[in-house]
């Protein structure tokens, strides 16, 4: 029985169903990151998938920018409890990145430009359900938000949404990332509030 | 990385219900709170909690908060600022009594955190209600007996809306306190009041060279300029951790 806090009210209103439990409204687009911003130069920049012993395939900037580049229109949510519905994004899809690829490993570890890594399963990545963003909100991604380019993964907790993404490691196993070995849950589905471990 | 050991014992857990014990104005919007949590166990410095509070007909808004208080034991510090347009902040400032009961659940993160184990010299870089996971580990510092060396450089509007000033005015011998006031400086402070630059961070903070810890908290604006900084004044950026407070 949960204590009821004395004289609290809340903002109250309507429960919103996009809402998923603990999470609250924002209109602003909160910036959380673990260290500086790392600032990357879009001619030096590479995405790549690889193994730990060989690259599968790379990208530079403008070899992904010709590659068709699709409309994302989702609601975002943070561990740190705030969410954004109906965010619009442009970037290319992990399925198009992936066509190009043959692997038989069924996890990925996130790696970023200043050393910032979150792991995923492959599942995860496909279907339609992840991107490499290049724009937020009709303008380029600004570094603090991720750019030049972040991974997107909406239907998970946004940490694993890698911001200033630098490439894809396949393994065969499940590893933690730098936040899921710091205290955060190793999936990150906010709709059932794994948060912590 | 130091810390996540102890962090990693599972101890999250459940809601635990802890009882308020003092509140202590800080500042015109800021407010300490002292929680007994049966339960808690101790923490490391730097690290989180959530707060749930629950209204009469159910309603629940749960924010995380940063503990001021490190080191065993079932009774924590927090120190809340009131945002304007919080829903929980203004409640723990405005609303919450001594004897209150609090729902709790924690201590959280691994990574923004500060053991008596470590040994390199440690520059803390707080702005506004930022001071408070710093003062965590200037806390914890101090009663360890740690030898490594402490400084902080503490970037406020006005010494009015300082936190914890009385104890940061009296610093222990390892600790070093620099005071940037960004609106008004005191009389007689060499410094003009002005946000803080580059050239603060060299005068004041520990070179690059003795590859410090460097723990920069405080609003998002406020870590961008000093991390960025930083790493121009040749901070390996993995030495600089941030924590940036954002939401309400």
Redesign the interface.
């Known amino acids: 029985m949960a204590v009821i806090s004395r004289g609290f009210v809340g903002r109250g209103g309507e429960v919103n169903p996009d809402l998923p439990a603990g999470q609250y409204l924002t209109a602003d687009f909160p910036v959380l990151s673990a260290g500086p911003t790392p600032h990357i130069e879009t001619v030096d920049w590479q995405f790549s998938i690889r193994t730990d012993e060989e690259t599968l395939h790379t990208w530079s900037w403008d070899e992904l920018h010709a590659l068709p580049i699709e409309d994302i229109n989702t609601d975002i949510h943070c561990v740190t409890r705030w969410s954004k519905l109906g965010t619009s994004w442009r970037g290319v899809s992990l399925d198009t990145l992936f066509a190009t690829v043959k692997t038989t490993d069924k996890y990925v570890m996130a790696r970023s430009y200043g050393g910032y890594t979150t792991n995923v399963p492959l599942a995860d990545l496909l279907g339609g359900q992840a991107w490499i963003a290049l724009e937020f909100d009709g303008d380029k991604l600004d570094p603090e938000h991720g750019g030049p380019a972040r991974l997107l993964i909406p239907h998970l907790y946004f940490w694993k949404s890698a911001k200033w993404i630098h490439g894809l490691e396949m393994q065969s196993q499940d590893e933690p990332g730098f936040w899921e070995q710091n205290g955060y849950n190793m999936y990150g589905d906010p709709w059932l509030e794994q948060r912590y471990w | ?1 130091t810390g ?1 050991s102890e ?2 014992d ?1 101890r ?1 857990g459940n ?1 635990k ?1 802890g009882v308020v014990t003092s509140i202590r104005r800080e500042s015109a919007s800021g407010r300490s709170i002292t929680i007994d949590v049966p339960g808690w166990g101790g923490n490391i410095a730097g690290q989180h909690t959530d707060v ?5 007909n ?7 908060y940063s503990v001021a208080s490190a080191g065993v034991g079932d009774r924590i510090e927090l120190a809340v600022d009131r945002l304007p347009t919080g ?1 929980v902040s203004p ?1 723990l400032v405005d ?1 919450l ?1 001594e004897g ?4 709790l659940r924690g201590p ?5 955190v500060w053991t008596p184990q470590q040994t390199e010299s440690v520059q803390l870089i707080g702005g506004g209600s930022g001071i408070v996971p710093l003062m965590a580990m200037i806390r914890s510092h101090e009663a360890s007996g740690s030898d490594s060396p402490f400084r902080l450089l503490y970037s406020v509007r006005t010494p009015l809306d300082a936190f914890f000033r009385a104890e940061l005015e009296s610093p222990s011998a390892n600790l070093e306190v620099t005071w940037i006031f960004t609106r008004r400086a005191p009389s007689g402070c060499p410094r003009p009041a002005g946000r803080i630059t580059a050239a603060d961070l060299e005068a004041h903070g520990f070179p690059a060279a003795l590859s410090p810890t460097v723990f920069v908290c405080g609003p ?1 604006g406020f870590v ?1 300029t000093v ?2 900084a ?2 121009a004044l040749g901070h390996e ?2 030495r ?3 924590e ?1 407070f ?3």
């Open positions: 990385m996540t962090a990693r599972g999250i809601w219900v749930r509070l629950t209204a009469a159910g309603y629940t808004a749960v924010r995380s829903e409640y609303t009594r209150d009961e609090l729902e959280l993160g691994g990574w923004f998002t961008e991390a960025t930083l790493v950026p993995s600089v951790k941030t940036r954002g939401g309400a």
